[in-house]
């Protein structure tokens, strides 16, 4: 038993070593327009949605539908956005940004948003 647990420990050490900044992070989901409940609308909070980046590259599922993804600085102000077709898996962010970001994926009735550092 304590044999498997070392092993389980060096385990989890060594991939905490390899994976530096690939600590998932989870994007809160909300409404830009709020809804009326009704037919055809639920009451069902938007679910979160998990995303991981390592050295500047994003990784998460394939997105269902078409996103822009935007960073914004302590300021509010967008210093980064890009269109995120359907079906992406990954994106690369520019090396030149580094600091905290806001990260946005906005449509035209929701959004995921969460923060990062770079």
Known sequence: MKKRFLTILFVLSVTSILSVN???IILTGGRVTPYTTGPGHGKAPIRPWTIDLTN??????????????????????????VFVP??????????TLSGSFELRFETETYYYYGFIYL
């Open 22 to 24: 690939a600590d998932p």
């Open 56 to 81: 500047n590259v994003i990784t998460m599922e394939a997105t269902p539908c078409d996103y822009t993804l935007s960073l914004y600085d302590e300021d509010e102000d967008v210093v980064y956005s």
């Open 86 to 95: 359907a079906g992406t898996t990954q994106l690369v962010l520019p090396t």
